[in-house]
């Protein structure tokens, strides 16, 4: 019953530093996007991916990479972090294109950029 | 840009009914969605709307009205529980949400 997972859960970096953040989801969805979430702001779309093997660029994805090697596994990497990326990170899984609307979220990582 | 619009933060009282406002503009509509967060928390699905009218789940009401790029989600019977930002996204034409900055709704005893 696990859904969507993502690790690490927190995580302070220095300015310069990478990390990649894990996005795993147990329910055999296509769809799966990375998102940003900052106080008095919608979410906002970094990358997503259509299916194993495929991304694509979202609406804020400088900073950000991306991989899809497995269908149920979606990866962020910030190669070299910055202040501007201090934010809360959410990963979501969706069916596809009419259920695409219907996300389901993992639990968000904090990440610190000092 | 993506124009999507609800109001910031609104209070309640409990048992009693509210409604939160959503506005949009867009020239591809495939949708207007709901979700609940509650602080700290990830958002969770509460409804979907892609015809006009009003769809009913329980205590919680989603109305859509596509000429107007209008949309409310109503609450009844308010509970303590129901203390939580409330997001308003549409899905445009290429299938991707753009979401609304998220109503904080405060339940007072």
């Known amino acids: 019953n696990a859904g969507v997972t993502q690790t690490p859960k927190f995580r302070v970096l220095k300015t310069g530093q990478s990390m990649t953040l894990l996005c795993a989801q147990d329910m055999n969805h296509e769809y799966m996007y990375w998102y940003r979430q900052d106080p008095g702001m919608g979410l906002r779309l970094i990358h997503y991916?259509?299916?194993?093997?495929?991304?694509a660029k979202g609406e804020v994805p400088d900073g950000y990479n991306v991989s899809r090697l497995k269908k149920q596994n979606f990866l962020l990497g910030l190669e070299s972090a910055a202040p501007s990326q201090t934010s809360v990170y959410f990963c979501?899984?969706?069916?596809?294109?009419?259920?695409?609307?219907?996300?389901?979220f993992g639990e968000g990582s904090r990440l610190t950029v000092l | 840009g993506q124009n999507i619009d609800q109001p910031t933060e609104m209070t309640a009282t409990e048992g009693a009914i509210v409604q939160i406002n959503c506005t949009y503009q867009t020239s591809g509509f495939n949708g207007l969605f709901w979700y609940q967060q509650h602080a700290g928390e990830a958002p969770t699905f509460l409804s979907y709307n892609v015809l006009d009218g009003l769809e009913e789940k329980g205590r919680f009401s989603s109305f859509l009205s596509r000429s107007k790029g209008y949309s409310y989600l109503l609450l009844k019977e308010l509970q303590m529980k129901d203390s939580a930002s409330y997001l308003c996204a549409y899905m445009d034409s290429n299938y991707q949400l753009i979401w609304g900055a998220g109503t904080k709704l405060i339940i007072k005893p």
């Open positions: 991916s259509v299916g194993e093997g495929t991304t």
């Open positions: 979501a899984s969706s069916y596809g294109d009419r259920e695409a609307g219907e996300l389901f």
